[in-house]
């Protein structure tokens, strides 16, 4: 199989290498909500060693390190981009590992490095590294498209992906978390819920398995202060959207009580003034409600130095359904669970 790691770099430099980031571990199967600790292992740190040395990885101590790897999780930072428009998370590709910058994207399934300079495209198999979690076979999507504007580990949940391979590969729960902050880093977890990233408790919902997505039946909203209003909305919960997307009814609900909104054509979407004071939006899923903050909801000026500002909330007309981007779940602490009988959580953030 064609390595990535020979056609992005002929001449491996080991400069470029880095050892695997903490590796953590729980101390039960059943209970897995608690902080990441250290996981003491011989063989892993053997591997560590010579991943970060060694161009060819012994096959006894792959083997023996992938035993060991039956009980692990793992973290990693996500650092946002300008308006939060994606969250970057460092993952480390090849043997030995070469770092990358790449967006965890729950709305699709490709493994993606948009690479136009290495003249190729297709596809790889290589060892992935993400917070600690290492999937080996990982297929890894080249693109030369030079629109590509952002590396992405899909982890939509009904293909096969990242998500599913550690699954299968030993991650020791099959879960994993977003903690996102708004213009501050925050962190996805896998394998683990850490308690002190939430309060209260955590509200579950089923997945509609029917479009493949992390798809979740949403029960009405509220604008502000005002009643909170049912009405069904099919949302897909999509860490590579950077907007909330919801119908028109809601939208122009919530940009009729926003002083000097309007829908601006040119634009292609709502857009006010940027000073302008916004409500909040509170979305229902089962007998929870998450309550974004109205300030969220100024994604960014129209123009470099625009005093008009383009909305973080937009209609969803013609997709097929609402989508809960970024705008939405950095508001939350959001779990994704399972991989058969998959299912969402929601809770308000520490």
């Known amino acids: 199989m064609l390595s990535l790691t020979r056609i992005l770099f002929p001449t491996i430099l080991l400069s470029h290498a880095t050892a695997i980031p903490f590796i953590t571990t729980t101390t039960s199967l059943t209970e897995i909500v608690k902080a990441p600790g250290f996981l003491t292992s011989g063989p892993i740190h053997l591997r560590n060693a010579y991943d970060k040395y060694v161009a060819s990885l012994p096959e006894h101590i792959a083997a ?9 999780n793992g973290t990693v930072a996500a650092d946002p981009t300008e308006y939060d428009t994606v969250y970057n998370v460092q993952v480390g590709i ?6 990358y910058e790449m967006s965890i994207d729950t709305g699709s399934t490709d493994f993606t490095l948009y690479a136009p300079t290495i003249g190729t495209s297709g596809t790889v198999t290589e060892t992935v590294n993400i917070g600690g979690v290492v999937v080996t076979k990982q297929t890894v999507t080249l693109s030369e498209d030079a629109s590509g504007d952002s590396n992405a580990a899909g982890l939509i949940y009904a293909r096969t992906n990242f998500y599913t391979n550690a699954v299968a590969q030993g991650l020791i729960a099959p879960v994993f978390t977003a903690d996102l902050n708004k213009g501050a880093p925050g962190r996805y977890n896998f394998g683990y819920i850490d308690a002190s990233e939430y309060e209260g408790s955590i509200t579950y919902a089923s997945v509609k398995t029917a479009n493949g997505f992390w798809e979740v039946a949403s029960n009405g909203y509220a604008v502000g202060a005002a009643a909170f209003v049912a009405l069904a909305i099919d949302a897909v919960v999509d860490t590579g959207t950077t907007l909330l997307l919801l119908p028109q009814s809601v939208c122009t609900a919530y940009y009729k009580q926003v002083a000097g909104a309007a829908y601006d054509s040119a634009e292609g979407g709502y857009t006010f003034p940027c000073s302008t004071t ?6 229902g899923v089962g007998t929870y409600r998450a309550v974004v903050p109205g300030s969220y909801f100024n994604y960014a000026p129209v123009d470099t ?3 008009t500002c383009f909305g973080g909330l937009q209609p969803d007309t013609g997709i097929g359904f609402s989508i809960f981007g970024l705008i939405f779940i950095k508001s939350q ?6 991989t058969t009988s998959p299912s969402l959580g929601f809770a308000v953030k520490s």
């Open 278 to 283: 916004l409500p909040s939006l509170t979305l």
């Open 94 to 99: 090849g043997t030995p590992y070469t770092d």
């Open 333 to 338: 602490f959001v779990v994704f669970k399972g």
């Open 305 to 307: 130095g625009s005093s």
């Open 64 to 72: 023996a390190a992938i035993h060991k790897r039956a009980t692990i």
